[in-house]
């Protein structure tokens, strides 16, 4: 394994012992400052992946093989209260429904907070001066006011960069964005993908960046894995796989999302 | 907080509860004789200055009984409502939080305290164990004690299954700080309704049994006990029980409209459950 790969899954397998999806030999890598850009359609299992590595996934529920190692650790097998050690800290959250992510009774400071004193040892006040400088480079100067507010009294797309401004405020290796821009307006949507490709450049972690849209993909990805019903499709160099798809379904997705003629696709024989 | 202010039926009944609370408190500085004094030349003495709802049948004054039994009706339905608080919020959340076996264990308490009807439930427990304040007590806690459980388990299971856990999980939270600090908030003000409307139950049931001459030693002004002395004159002399009934009336109704105004501002605001 390269020293500079973050994240790498190895077979990764997840079947739920109910119904519903399952994941097949997953295998993918991540390197620093990369960004993965998992894309395929509702139900096809990019988000029960993202769960697999956070470790989310309830045991009884489910049967998980297969190895995920982050930098060089293997997390799959990990119980809480190693867990606690690195979700938040190594491993940064960006979840998509950013109005329901926020506990409703608790302040924007008291999110900080809770994050920052779980992982490190720092007083309630440094922390809010943290959050506020934070919060700045997510593009909120008014950072006194946000984290005085409660998450009902702030839009969606400022919630969702103060998740942002929380998921790199421990500096983590890998941020896991799990359909970022999803519950957005266009106009958020584009100025989200800017501010995260911003925080590529400053903090060069790796990230796994979820999405059913190809659009968002490509503007940030480096890689691309198009998944369907739990199995990777196709996995490649953003450049591949937007000049040379090789399967139906990518060229689909590249259609649909205008970034192939059209008259290609019929050409391809679809 | 506003609106709570605003809501006639909160401030009514946190009105009426502030009164009768503070009556219980300072029912030796308020009442005007002993309670308990038996004075047979005073016997069933018209309201006067010094007895202010005149003397019962053994002379003692009315007035001074209902203020003490203010004491024994709050006190006792406030240490059953602390006890099912203390018992039920920790273990409930426990279970769901655990799950599995956990969680059948505890409905199955649950619905072992459920299927058996209070009444039975007291009068067996009484008939074993014996007359007494701290069985009263002990019985009626686990005869309501169910009824809580599957309602702080409900709650829990409603607030486990959102966006903010599953946010404070991938940051790092532990099980024990999930559910203190993230889930115990969320489901607050839908428990102090619910322990709200069962204190004025817990009164009502505490008097009733009371009244059957259950738990409570005889002779102790309790409103359920009074009522039942006033009984035997019920036609000659009715004020003996009306006065009692009318404490346990205004009581319970102070606490469901506490309760009930509660329930209904909070709901507005998407808070709470809301039952309309």
């Given at each position: 394994m390269n020293k500079d790969t973050i994240l790498a899954v190895r077979d990764l397998s997840v079947r739920y012992l109910s119904t519903g999806v399952n994941i097949e030999k997953m295998t993918f890598e991540i390197g620093r400052g990369k960004v993965l850009g998992l894309v395929g359609e509702s139900g096809s299992g990019k988000s029960t992946v993202c769960n697999a590595i956070l470790?989310?996934?309830?045991?009884?529920?489910?049967?998980?093989?297969?190895?995920?190692?982050?930098?060089?650790?293997?997390?799959?097998?990990?119980?809480?209260?190693?867990r606690e050690k690195i979700n938040g800290k190594e491993i940064g959250v960006i979840?998509?429904?950013?109005?329901?992510?926020?506990?409703?009774?608790?302040?924007?400071?008291?999110?900080?907070?809770e994050t920052l004193y779980t992982h490190l040892l720092c007083s309630k006040r440094d922390a809010t001066l943290y959050g506020i400088e934070l919060l700045r480079k997510v593009g909120l100067p008014d950072g006194q006011r946000v984290m005085r507010s409660y998450p009902y009294q702030l839009s969606g797309g400022m919630l969702q960069r103060v998740m942002i401004a929380i998921a790199i405020s421990l500096n983590p290796v890998l941020i896991i964005a799990d359909e970022p821009t999803t519950a957005l307006d266009t106009g958020n949507q584009a100025i989200i993908l800017e501010l995260l490709s911003f925080i590529m450049k400053e903090y060069k972690p790796a990230m796994l960046l979820v999405s059913h849209d190809m659009d968002t993909v490509t503007a940030l990805a480096d890689d691309i894995a198009v998944m369907k019903d739990g199995r990777v499709l196709e996995q490649g160099t953003k450049t591949k796989i937007l000049h040379d798809p090789q399967v139906g379904y990518t060229k689909e997705l590249l259609a649909s999302a205008g970034l192939m003629e059209e008259t290609d696709c019929l050409r391809s024989g679809m | 907080?506003?609106?709570?202010?605003?809501?006639?039926?909160?401030?009514?009944?946190?009105?009426?509860?502030?009164?009768?609370?503070l009556c219980a408190v300072f029912a030796g500085e308020l009442s005007p004789n002993d309670p308990m004094k038996i004075n047979m030349s005073l016997r069933f003495t018209e309201p006067s200055q010094s007895f202010p709802l005149g003397a019962d049948a053994y002379g003692r004054c009315v007035f001074s009984r209902l203020l003490y039994g203010a004491r024994y009706s709050l006190g006792l339905a406030f240490l059953v409502m602390i006890?099912?608080?203390?018992?039920?919020?920790?273990?409930?959340?426990?279970?769901?939080?655990?799950?599995?076996?956990?969680?059948?264990?505890?409905?199955?308490?649950?619905d072992i305290s459920m299927a058996l009807p209070p009444t039975v439930l007291v009068l067996a427990i009484m008939g074993v164990i014996g007359n007494g304040?701290?069985?009263?007590?002990?019985?009626?806690?686990?005869?309501?004690?169910?009824?809580?459980?599957?309602?702080?388990?409900?709650?829990?299971?409603?607030?486990?299954?959102?966006?903010?856990?599953?946010?404070?999980?991938?940051?790092?939270?532990?099980?024990?700080?999930?559910?203190?600090?993230?889930?115990?908030?969320?489901?607050?003000?839908g428990l102090i309704i619910l322990f709200a409307l069962g204190i004025g139950d817990t009164i009502l049931m505490i008097s009733g049994y009371s009244f059957l001459g259950i738990g409570l030693p005889s002779g102790l002004p309790e409103w359920g006990a009074m009522l039942n002395d006033a009984k035997s004159m019920l036609l000659q002399a009715p004020q003996y029980a009306i006065y009692p009934g009318v404490c346990v009336f205004i009581t319970v109704c102070a606490f469901n409209l506490f309760g009930e105004g509660m329930r209904k501002a909070l709901a507005v605001g998407g808070m709470g459950v809301n039952y309309e």
């Open positions: 470790g989310l996934l309830d045991s009884a529920a489910v049967q998980i093989s297969g190895s995920v190692r982050l930098q060089d650790k293997e997390i799959l097998p990990l119980f809480w209260d190693e979840l998509q429904n950013s109005m329901a992510a926020f506990n409703p009774c608790m302040r924007i400071r008291t999110h900080f907070i | 907080m506003r609106r709570l202010k605003h809501n006639k039926s909160v401030m009514v009944g946190l009105g009426f509860i502030t009164i009768i609370v006890g099912i608080v203390i018992t039920t919020i920790p273990s409930g959340m426990a279970a769901v939080y655990k799950g599995g076996f956990f969680e059948r264990i505890f409905l199955w308490l649950c304040i701290a069985n009263l007590v002990f019985s009626t806690l686990f005869s309501y004690w169910g009824w809580y459980g599957r309602m702080v388990r409900s709650y829990t299971q409603t607030e486990l299954a959102k966006g903010y856990v599953t946010y404070a999980v991938t940051g790092g939270a532990s099980g024990v700080s999930v559910l203190v600090r993230q889930v115990l908030p969320n489901i607050f003000p």
